[in-house]
């Protein structure tokens, strides 16, 4: 099972500034704990971060034939990107969305998430621990499906 974790802007200064917000670890401790969860259930993983709406489109479009999932943090393009919709749309992988923060009790236009509508399921408010429970998520479907043929 390979599988591709994905990141969006701003998320590379986790543990600089909001750790009210976003924890006190910084993207090197979430890298390494999203990799250890993989290992632990006997996934390879790639996790890439990207500032950038296009990078994040190609990466998506990319990982079409190569990865067997993707968990996602779109990140502030959450709330904007019909790009990464249809990317995730066009791609048709399983997807899971996770965010750190509980967005669902922030402001008004943080409740948009259009990448959410390509996605099997959400995780929010559960800060680095949000991606093991997606990885997790991601394994029993895909074994679910193969078992189902
Ligand atoms: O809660 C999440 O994971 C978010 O995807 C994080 C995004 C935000 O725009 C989404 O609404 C929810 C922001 C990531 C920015 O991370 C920072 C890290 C350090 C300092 C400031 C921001």
């Not at 924890?23 to 390494?32: N, W």
């Not at 006997?42 to 990466?59: K, L, M, P, T, Y």
Request: proline share 3%; glycine share 8%; net charge negative.
């Amino acid at each position: 099972m390979k599988l591709l974790i994905i990141n969006g802007p701003n998320l590379n200064l986790l543990g600089v500034r909001e750790p009210d917000i976003y924890g006190k670890e910084d993207y090197a401790a979430l890298v390494r704990r999203v990799e250890a969860c993989c290992a632990e259930l006997g996934a390879e993983c790639r996790v890439f971060q990207s500032n950038h709406e296009g990078a994040i489109v190609d990466e998506i479009q990319a990982a079409y034939g190569v990865f067997d999932g993707i968990v996602i943090n779109p990140a502030a393009y959450t709330h904007t990107s019909v790009a990464i919709l249809d990317a995730l749309n066009a791609v048709a992988l399983p997807a899971v969305e996770v965010h750190l923060s509980d967005v669902s009790v922030r402001e008004d236009f943080r409740q948009i998430s259009y990448a959410r509508l390509a996605c099997l399921k959400t995780v929010m408010g559960r800060g680095v621990e949000g991606y093991c429970e997606a990885i997790r998520f991601l394994k029993d479907y895909l074994e679910t499906q193969k078992k189902d043929g």
